[in-house]
């Protein structure tokens, strides 16, 4: 069973980060992103962009003749407004995954294994996939979860053929006629460098 | 210049829980947007090298505290794979930088049979500092074998949860 690919609706309208010279190398970096996995490249791209937004922004304040003072205030303050502007398209093509990935596993019995895969619009995480399987059911009355074991696999495929994989534990509890994830965030203790 | 600011980072973060390692990241950039603002006597490249500086600060300062974290996470996932039922662990993790260096027991709780991967559950418990009666806390997480050896399982949070980790 192969969930169908199909456009991603939460990534529409979260384009145009960042437009005119840094855009250029913004839309270079994504691309990398994109192309490899490398490690970090999200809080790279998260730093330049709004480094890069901020620097234009800054740029125009002394154009069109703001005193230092208010172009580093008008500078810093468009930098801000991409860092959450990017996070937020972050989280929303994450968010995107986990529905996938959840919906998947929302259809499987225990033991069942079906694949699942992502295609992202927007460039700014590697399109992922990889096979999902249910391990038990938890919940009770008027609540339903699912306990759920992921693979990733990984797009270079190794010299005998099989991809590389990774596996995760995850959550999935359904939410009226969907599926969700409800693996909840680390405790505070053991954020380290999420944050 | 990216390592000595990531040493420098660390022993501001060993100085006091309570100094953010992202700090460094805004004085580094800070200090050297000023200097180069004084230099060229233009706020604009000042500002733009502030802030350049700051972004490779932060990258780097994440990258290396990541990669610290994973080095934690690889020992527990080596002893929760090398654990019997029942059995109690003990891992520590000793870093080339000797700051944030833990320690605790690890429990094997149950194994995850799935039809994917072999999968276990696990407490296991985090002290930092050499001190016999050092604060423990417990944490609950997962680790799966892959190929022959064992890693950190634990999916990412929900979305709707991340609130301020990103």
């Known amino acids: 069973?192969?969930?169908?690919?199909?456009?991603?609706?939460?990534?529409?309208?979260?384009?145009?980060?960042?437009?005119?010279?840094?855009?250029?190398?913004?839309?270079?970096?994504?691309?990398?992103?994109?192309?490899?996995?490398?490690?970090?490249?999200?809080?790279?791209?998260?730093?330049?962009?709004?480094?890069?937004?901020?620097?234009?922004?800054?740029?125009?304040?002394?154009?069109?003749?703001?005193?230092?003072?208010?172009?580093?205030g008008i500078g810093l303050g468009v930098q801000a407004g991409a860092r959450?502007?990017?996070?937020?398209?972050?989280?929303?093509?994450?968010?995107?995954?986990?529905?996938?990935?959840?919906?998947?596993?929302?259809?499987?019995?225990?033991?069942?294994?079906?694949?699942?895969?992502?295609?992202?619009?927007?460039?700014?995480?590697?399109?992922?996939?990889?096979?999902?399987?249910?391990?038990?059911?938890?919940?009770?009355?008027?609540?339903?979860?699912?306990?759920?074991?992921?693979?990733?696999?990984?797009?270079?495929?190794?010299?005998?053929?099989?991809?590389?994989?990774?596996?995760?534990?995850?959550?999935i509890c359904r939410d009226g006629e969907v599926w969700r994830w409800a693996s909840a965030e680390p405790a505070t203790e053991r954020w380290g460098s999420l944050q | 210049m990216s390592g000595t600011v990531v040493r420098l980072a660390l022993v501001a973060l060993a100085s006091g829980p309570l100094v953010a390692c992202g700090a460094v990241a805004d004085l580094t950039g800070a200090v050297t947007g000023g200097v180069a603002a004084v230099a060229t006597a233009n706020p604009i490249v000042g500002y733009g090298i502030g802030?350049?500086?700051?972004?490779?600060?932060?990258?780097?300062?994440?990258?290396?505290?990541?990669?610290?974290?994973?080095?934690?996470?690889?020992?527990?996932?080596?002893?929760i794979g090398a654990l019997e039922p029942g059995e109690t662990r003990s891992w520590k993790i000793e870093h080339d930088i000797p700051i944030g260096n833990e320690h605790g027991e690890v429990r094997l709780v149950r194994t995850v049979d799935s039809a994917l991967a072999t999968c276990r559950e696990a407490l296991f418990s985090v002290a930092s500092g050499g001190a016999p009666d050092a604060p423990r806390q417990w944490f609950l997480t997962t680790a799966c074998r892959q190929g022959d050896r064992w890693k950190w399982a634990a999916a990412e949070p929900a979305a709707e949860r991340w609130g301020s980790l990103q």
């Open chain 1, 84 to 171: 959450a502007g990017l996070q937020y398209a972050q989280r929303r093509v994450h968010g995107a995954a986990q529905s996938r990935i959840a919906g998947v596993a929302g259809a499987l019995p225990v033991g069942g294994v079906a694949r699942w895969e992502t295609r992202h619009d927007l460039p700014i995480e590697a399109d992922e996939q990889g096979e999902v399987t249910v391990v038990r059911l938890i919940g009770g009355e008027g609540l339903s979860c699912k306990e759920i074991v992921f693979s990733v696999e990984a797009a270079p495929e190794t010299a005998d053929g099989a991809p590389r994989r990774a596996f995760y534990t995850a959550a």
């Open chain 1, 1 to 72: 069973m192969t969930h169908p690919l199909k456009k991603d609706p939460l990534d529409a309208g979260t384009r145009g980060t960042g437009r005119g010279r840094p855009a250029a190398a913004l839309t270079l970096l994504m691309l990398l992103c994109a192309t490899a996995t490398l490690p970090g490249c999200g809080a790279l791209l998260a730093e330049s962009s709004s480094a890069a937004a901020g620097v234009a922004g800054a740029s125009i304040a002394d154009a069109i003749g703001a005193g230092a003072t208010a172009t580093t």
């Open chain 2, 51 to 79: 802030i350049g500086v700051r972004a490779v600060t932060t990258t780097a300062i994440n990258y290396a505290v990541r990669r610290r974290q994973q080095a934690a996470q690889d020992e527990v996932a080596a002893v």
